[in-house]
């Protein structure tokens, strides 16, 4: 053989070259230098290899045959049998190609050319972004074209009489199409398709169409044709603002047919709904955020299930500035809410303005620290009351740990509230006799808490045995029954706030009297994985507190005994069980657990919900239900769902059940699922829904840059 014989020369362009091969002439009348045996060229940054290269330094081409391999600087890699190009690789002709893209897209193509305006032309090519198994002579999907052309200066790739193939069977025709070039990450047009079927709207197919406005923008729109209910539009727009975001998505149907067919006595319906949100940061210290959500009526949501939670019995929108300085925050804000229930009144809330306040005070010497805070709230209810509430309260906290490791923690707290109230009808809503005027209470309380850690490590991990006893110190009645009651009418007592002062959500009720709380906390850490931690307690009322009579809490002296347990050994085991069990009866009155068995390869999970009937609770109704769901990854490609939910006391009626099948790949995604609602909304009974999506990558992939928003923005602004 030859020695590798390495030589130095320059393109026209003052570019080096510099080539390696077995062997190396050179004519110097003609200028051109052949290197034969394993050739390897390197210009530019780009490597060349083949069997013979013909380097013509005149006319500044390059020529290449036998197993030609290009290599780009992007990670790009080109084969061909015959390459006659520029010495920039830039223009010329290449035979029986074949490329992979540097998202791992292949090109093959009889006849490839690439011209001075940075245009490729692929002649009788072949393009499928899907990797070929080595059991399949086929990719899973393929495009064969005519011609398929590739412009730098567009970005756009098109296709003259192009087919599309899966598994090798041809199945869409098309005389010319185009899509942006696989480097594009955000570009106008088609996005995958999806359809299906449902009992209300028959079949349905939506197109989105996709519209790059500009870098910080975006519109999608959605025409949804259904066979039933004609077609409605989806809109979903999207813009990053310099200092923020907003995001908004509309829907609209025109003379639907589903709403006339109920309400025979209207001529003409448009049905819509849109849901914004935004936030905007004004400077380092302002922030603004606003949220709308409306919708034409109750039933449009249980009607079209593509855009709303089909639960929801209340859409709330709201407008609100904050303000962060040091240890201040302020918050002024106005909310309006729109009742979806079925039935019963339709109450329509609007809280306009509500003010908040808060500092925090430094530490004092002793560790301790001083909170203050004020609200004021104005509160409007159709057909039923105007009110009007300030409040003005303090909190001292301090903890202390002794040496012995014994921790205490204790809260003082302060509030005064001033109630003015306008009401329209004669009954608030506890009930009582309604009364206009103002109404003023002071609430002060003391808490106290302490607990005594006990931890050690051994093999089994780190231990933990927590008892702790409380005492909250107050005077016995607070609350007023002219005090109308609509930020605490849900007080929940739970191992997160079963030792607080006041354990009611809001401000409208406050618990008053002397109570005792004991609780204790046991826990396992394992060393390197699982956890199991358990806790009880119950809190103990001198004097039952008639006030609260209308929330679920209802007053009386002994709370639940309530608990929290969770086993969670690995990943492949994991459950969580809250509980509430009457101090009285000793039956369950609520219980919450979750649960998850198995791998990846098969997976059961589940929850049951159990809530028991108080005789002082108005609004809530026993519930005892349990969902269940089974998911595997069959395989690297295939995974499933099966999910349903049962309700275990209105005749063992099924709420909702279905199943989801995906296939996912490197190059495609298909989506089916089968869906059916069994519960009635409005006296109208839910149906079935049967959804298929296809996409196809990198023909319709887009995504939306990411944008930050920094502190240097804001100076000199």
């Not at 201040?328 to 229930?341: A, E, H, R, V």
């Not at 008892?467 to 605490?488: Q, R, T, W």
């Not at 119950?538 to 002296?557: F, V």
Request: aromatic share 10%; glycine share 6%; proline share 3%.
């Amino acid at each position: 053989g030859y020695n590798p014989v390495y030589a130095d020369t320059k393109s026209t362009a003052e570019q080096p070259i510099h080539i390696t091969a077995d062997e190396l002439t050179n004519n110097t009348q003609t200028g051109v230098t052949t290197a034969r045996g394993q050739v390897k060229i390197n210009i530019n940054g780009l490597s060349v290899t083949a069997g013979m290269i013909t380097y013509d330094a005149k006319n500044n081409f390059l020529t290449a045959t036998n197993n030609v391999t290009i290599v780009h600087k992007d990670g790009t890699v080109l084969n061909a049998n015959y390459v006659d190009l520029n010495t920039a690789l830039q223009t010329g002709e290449l035979h029986d190609v074949k490329m992979v893209l540097i998202n791992k897209s292949q090109i093959t193509t009889k006849r490839m050319r690439k011209k001075e305006n940075g245009t490729t032309i692929f002649e009788e090519a072949i393009y499928t972004p899907c990797e070929i198994c080595k059991d399949d002579k086929v990719p899973l999907w393929q495009i064969k074209a005519e011609k398929i052309t590739d412009s730098s200066s567009s970005r756009n790739t098109s296709y003259k009489n192009a087919r599309l193939e899966m598994w090798g069977i041809p199945v869409l025709y098309t005389p010319f199409f185009t899509h942006p070039s696989p480097d594009v990450k955000r570009r106008s047009g088609l996005l995958p398709a999806s359809f299906g079927s449902n009992t209300k709207i028959g079949r349905f197919i939506k197109v989105p169409y996709y519209w790059d406005i500009a870098p910080d923008q975006d519109l999608t729109i959605t025409p949804i044709d259904t066979s039933k209910q004609g077609t409605m539009i989806q809109t979903d727009y999207r813009r990053h603002l310099t200092r923020g975001t907003m995001k908004v998505t509309t829907s609209y149907i025109e003379n639907d047919k589903l709403y006339l067919t109920a309400n025979k006595k209207q001529r003409n319906k448009q049905r819509w709904h849109i849901n914004g949100s935004g936030q905007y940061h004004v400077n380092t210290q302002w922030r603004i955020s606003t949220s709308i959500n409306r919708v034409s009526d109750k039933t449009y949501f249980k009607d079209y299930r593509f855009f709303g939670n089909l639960t929801t019995t209340r859409l709330k929108s709201h407008i609100l500035a904050e303000r962060f300085t040091g240890r201040n925050y302020l918050s002024i804000g106005t909310t309006y809410f729109q009742d979806l229930k079925s039935k019963g009144d339709t109450i329509t809330p609007t809280a306009a303005p509500v003010v908040s306040y808060t500092h925090y005070m430094p530490h004092d010497t002793y560790g301790g620290r001083v909170k203050i805070y004020s609200n004021w709230r104005t509160l409007m209810i159709s057909n039923k009351s105007d009110s009007q509430r300030a409040s003005i309260g303090a909190e001292y906290a301090i903890t202390k740990i002794a040496n012995n490791g014994i921790k205490t923690d204790v809260k003082l707290n302060v509030r005064n509230d001033t109630y003015y109230t306008n009401y329209r009808t004669r009954k608030n809503e506890l009930g009582n006799t309604a009364k206009d005027g103002t109404v003023n209470r002071q609430f002060y309380a003391t808490a106290i808490k302490t607990s005594y850690p006990m931890t050690r490590i051994n093999n089994w991990g780190r231990q933990l045995i927590e008892p702790m006893v409380g005492i909250v110190l107050a005077p016995e009645s607070f609350n007023k029954k002219y005090i109308p009651n609509n930020d605490s009418t849900l007080i929940t007592v739970d191992e997160s706030n079963l030792f607080d002062a006041n354990r009611s959500p809001g401000l409208d009720r406050t618990e008053a009297g002397k109570r005792s709380i004991y609780g204790i906390k046991l826990a396992n850490y394992g060393l390197t994985e699982g956890r199991y931690s358990f806790f009880v307690g119950q809190s103990i009322r001198y004097k039952r507190d008639k006030t609260l009579t209308g929330t679920n809490h209802g007053g009386s002296k002994k709370s639940d005994y309530v608990g929290h347990l969770t086993i969670a050994p690995n990943d492949f085991l994991f459950a969580d069980y809250r509980y509430h069990i009457d101090s009285n009866d000793k039956k369950t009155n609520l219980a919450e657990g979750t649960f998850s068995i198995g791998s990846p390869a098969l997976r059961l999970g589940g929850r049951y919900t159990k809530l028991r009937t108080k005789t002082d609770s108005k609004d809530k109704k026993p519930i005892r239900q349990v969902e269940v769901n089974l998911t595997s990854e069959f395989d690297q490609f295939w995974r499933g769902k099966i999910f349903g939910t049962r309700d275990l006391l209105s005749n063992k009626n099924t709420h909702k059940s279905g199943a989801i099948l995906t296939y996912e790949d490197e190059c495609f995604q298909a989506d089916f699922s089968v869906k059916r609602d069994h519960t009635f909304y409005n006296n109208k009974k839910s149906g079935t829904t049967i959804m298929v999506a296809l996409k196809f990558k990198t023909l319709t992939t887009y995504k939306t840059d990411n944008y930050k928003i920094s502190k240097n923005q804001y100076k000199n602004k």
